[in-house]
């Protein structure tokens, strides 16, 4: 028996510390997973043909609700919440209510979509063919 306990004192301080694990998850204490945040992260952006690049913004998960999620998307993308016609998540889903807002997960990728000059059509601008520059004056006078 001398020797069990020798064994046990023999072990490096630190390579093992009864009851504390690394590998296993700890328990706050409150009842809720330790990896359970606070904010829930959303990905949102402007509906644009040109510009596709989202932002990240963070929401109380206790304040979730369709207004706050526009008012702080509004407020990070420096808009006003009155241009906004609708709030898509992406690909195809339109978040209408509450309950919607409630259902989002982090990361996941929210589009606003605006109204142009304050009708209900979508602010989309696309140049026409005379707008783009088509033909190139320089490569003309190129001889091959």
């Known amino acids: 028996m001398a020797e069990s306990q020798q064994d046990v004192s023999e ?3 630190g390579e093992y510390k009864q009851g504390l694990d690394p590998q296993l998850p700890t328990d706050p204490g409150d009842g809720r997973p330790e ?6 992260v959303l990905k949102v952006r ?3 043909p040109r510009e596709n690049d989202f932002i990240e913004v963070e929401l ?3 304040e979730l609700s369709y207004q706050n999620l526009l008012k702080v998307s509004c407020c990070e993308l420096g ?3 009155e241009q906004v016609k609708t709030i898509r998540k992406l690909p195809n889903t339109l978040l209408r209510k509450d309950k919607d807002i409630l259902r989002l997960r982090d990361f996941q990728e ?3 979509i605006l109204m142009k000059n ?5 602010e989309e601008y696309t140049p026409s063919l005379i707008e783009k520059p088509c033909y190139n004056s320089n490569a003309a006078k190129l001889t091959y």
Do not use: D, F, M, Y
């Open 110 to 112: 929210i589009e606003l």
């Open 46 to 48: 402007i509906q644009s």
């Open 118 to 122: 304050g009708s209900s059509e979508l």
């Open 79 to 81: 808009i006003e919440p």
């Open 11 to 13: 072990k490096p301080a």
């Open 60 to 62: 109380n998960r206790e």
């Open 35 to 40: 990896n359970t945040c606070v904010e829930l």
